[in-house]
């Protein structure tokens, strides 16, 4: 189980995440939604202990992922930002530097791994010729080389086209449902994620607005869009 409490970075002119809380079950999936600069990316970024928080923390199974590391890291998968892979390797040598990182990565992991993102054609090609949409499979091949348990993708689907978003979703869905991973995923396009979501958490101008499951939400709004319109334009007060 992953739990994050109170999580707050706060940056000047209001930039960050105030207040976030969140409790992610197995195989429960959890889109962070939010218009772009509303704080998701900071929220990830506090989740994987990648900065330091003004206060609150995440934890993985009690452990504390900030303060207990080796404890967290090797159950999770994280992909967040732009993918920055060396330019100058082929994709399958950009997985072997992660086989010395993780016990049990071994060459029938690295091509199960790079068959399972699509990428096996490609495999032995310069990532400097990869599409970004190549480069977000790649990406998330390096995150579920070790098998992890949770992952936190930061606009996995970015650069991609429709057919590509399509793929991707359908790959991760599949992940979830024959694993029991745990994803926690950030986008501002909600049709990307709608449709193999558990959970939907918008977040505004750094501020935590709403958690809600999606049964929940379909009963009262019909849709996951509609959940997130209603909250955005009440916080902006607008008419709803």
């Known amino acids: 189980m992953f739990t994050v409490n109170d999580l707050t970075r706060a940056y000047p002119g209001g930039r960050g995440i105030q207040g976030l809380n969140l409790t992610v079950q197995a195989g429960e999936v959890v889109a962070l939604l939010g218009p772009n600069g509303a704080g998701k990316t900071t929220a990830l970024q506090a ?3 990648w900065i330091r928080t003004d206060r609150g923390e995440a934890c993985w199974n009690g452990a504390s992922v900030a303060e207990q590391p080796e404890r ?5 998968g994280l992909m967040i930002g732009e993918p920055s892979p060396y330019l100058y390797l082929t994709g399958y040598d950009y997985l072997r530097c992660y086989h010395k990182l993780y016990p049990g990565v071994d060459e029938a992991r690295i091509r199960e791994t790079l068959e399972l993102v699509g990428m ?3 495999w032995n090609l310069k990532i400097k010729k990869y599409s970004t949409g190549m480069k977000q499979r790649l990406e998330l091949a390096s995150v579920l080389i ?6 936190l993708l930061d606009e996995p689907f970015s650069g991609m086209d429709i057919e590509g ?3 991707m979703a ?4 599949g992940l979830v449902s024959d694993t029991g991973l745990s994803v926690i995923v950030s986008s501002h396009q909600v049709h990307d994620i709608e449709d193999w979501m558990t959970h939907a958490c918008i977040v505004n101008e750094g501020r935590h607005i709403s ?3 999606v049964v929940q939400i379909r009963e009262s709004f019909g849709g ?9 334009a009440r916080e902006r007060g607008e008419a709803i």
């Not at 967290?72 to 999770?76: A, G, N």
């Not at 359908?170 to 869905?173: A, C, E, F, G, H």
């Open 211 to 213: 958690t809600a499951g």
């Open 120 to 122: 096996t054609r490609h």
């Open 170 to 173: 359908s790959l991760l869905r």
């Open 224 to 232: 996951v869009e509609d959940y997130y319109l209603h909250h955005l």
């Open 146 to 151: 070790h098998r992890p348990k949770l992952l």
């Open 47 to 49: 989740m994987a202990g």
């Open 165 to 167: 978003r399509r793929e």
């Open 72 to 76: 967290t890291r090797p159950y999770m």
